[in-house]
């Protein structure tokens, strides 16, 4: 069933589309773009962020020599289950790699990507890494910033900021979560 906008009415009629949809595959003419008129005229939709996952920026940029063990200090201590429940991703940027790993019951699933040296530090710089030390940052599900640490951060802390998140859905964001 094809909806179109009738913009003397100002809502969609599906009768009348279905009579355009007629009309337009007599002459062999398709019209695609009357349904997302609809959609797009009728009313505005806005983003809904419950589906996107947190994320844990690891940002390994300290010395060349504790870049890794930065990273794997943070690492080492991850619950993937857990992780999982409260859906965290984890994005590792250094100097020597960048990886996002995706948490699942059994543990996670990385992904190297293929970026180069200056492309790394580009995306780090995105993100809001400082490129000159080693920092993590939470960020929360409609991408703002909820924490930054320059050490490694506990379970605990990452999901006490979601919790905070969640019962606070009022709050301004990242000044009141920002360590």
């Not at 094809?2 to 009768?15: A, I, P």
């Not at 939709?45 to 947190?54: I, T």
């Not at 100097?95 to 699942?104: A, D, E, L, V, Y």
């Amino acid at each position: 069933m094809l909806l179109y906008f009738n913009h003397k009415k100002r809502y969609c009629d599906s009768n009348e589309g279905i009579g355009l949809f007629r009309t337009a595959a007599i002459m062999g003419v398709i019209i695609l773009s009357t349904g997302m008129a609809c959609a797009t005229n009728a009313r505005v939709l806005q983003r809904n962020y419950s589906q996107q996952p947190h994320q844990l920026i690891i940002c390994s940029f300290g010395s060349p020599t504790s870049d890794m063990e930065f990273a794997n200090t943070q690492m080492k201590d991850v619950n993937w289950p857990d992780y999982l429940d409260h859906n965290v991703t984890i994005t590792e940027l250094s100097r020597g790699r960048s990886t996002n790993h995706t948490p699942t019951a059994l543990g996670p699933i990385s992904n190297d990507l293929p970026l180069s040296a200056p492309q790394r530090l580009s995306s780090a710089s995105e993100y809001g890494c400082a490129t000159n030390k080693n920092t993590i940052i939470f960020l929360g599900q409609d991408g703002t910033e909820r924490g930054r640490w320059s050490r490694s951060v506990s379970t605990s802390e990452v999901f006490d900021l979601i919790d905070q998140n969640t019962v606070g859905q009022g709050g301004s964001g990242a000044s009141e979560f920002h360590r």
